[in-house]
């Protein structure tokens, strides 16, 4: 056993590991939903559990655990020490206002996207979003942006991590189907999602790049499926999102 392997806390990275489950579609979970979730027996994630409570991180009803607004203290300091989301925040709430629709960053985590900013104009998804929230990346138009700016090796371990879940009838799920569908999106510099994350909800992402090219995260716009067709988003929407695009490289180091 190595001297790092030997300083880590196997207590504190089950906690951890029992905070991740909570997301914004599963905010409040039992016992057993937990352990399942995060891999860890029914004893260690109820002993997890009631410790969080003890601290405040978390409420218990005698059945359901939810987070507690203490717990944002765990990623308050991180998104202050992050300089994109000070950085896209006046430029995304411009951007919303000026095409009326609801507008955001993300940056990819493991198989997910983890939202950094975002600036609504309305309620586009049945789940709020807000910066910390988690989504699939594989069916979402910033995810495909950001699997796409991988090469296809690790795009595709990525996708063999992913529970491919068809989240509704038109979610695309096959492996090679998703691989294929990030080399378009890489060849045509952005990505549309018609209805795979939920009914209703159509969006369009570009990447973000760092003024040495590189993508370091993706925006999007979310809307309405009656708002707009897929076949017009590019031209609604592109325009003013290149233009923060560009704004953005120019500032990003």
């Known amino acids: 056993m190595s001297l790092l392997e030997r300083d880590i806390m196997g207590g504190l990275a089950k906690g951890l590991s029992v905070i991740e489950t ?84 993300s940056i990819l985590d493991g198989t997910d996207i983890v939202y950094v900013a975002r600036a609504a104009q309305r309620k586009v998804m049945s789940i709020g979003l807000m910066p910390g929230s988690r989504l699939p990346a594989y069916c979402t138009s910033m995810g495909r942006v950001l699997l796409a700016a991988l090469p296809e090796t690790a795009a595709t371990e990525i996708l063999t991590q992913t529970s491919l879940l068809a989240r509704t009838p038109r979610t695309l799920t096959d492996p090679k189907a998703l691989v294929a569908e990030f080399e378009r999106v890489r060849l045509q510099g952005h990505a549309i999602v018609d209805q795979e994350v939920e009914l209703g909800l159509r969006s369009i992402a570009i990447p973000l790049y760092n003024s040495r090219g590189q993508t370091v995260a993706a925006m999007n716009v979310g809307l309405a499926a009656s708002r707009a067709e897929t076949d017009e988003m590019a031209r609604l929407y592109l325009p003013a999102m290149t233009g923060v695009q560009v704004e953005l490289r120019k500032l990003m180091r």
Do not use: N, W
């Open 22 to 105: 909570f997301t914004a579609e599963r905010p409040r979970q039992s016992i057993s939903e937990v352990s399942v979730a995060s891999g860890l027996d029914r004893a260690t994630a109820r002993r997890c559990l009631l410790t969080l409570a003890h601290l405040g991180h978390a409420d218990y009803d005698g059945k359901f655990f939810t987070l507690t607004p203490r717990v944002l203290r765990l990623g308050t300091a991180c998104l202050a020490t992050m300089p994109l989301p000070q950085l896209v925040q006046p430029l995304l709430d411009r951007l919303s206002e000026q095409i009326g629709e609801s507008s955001s960053v």
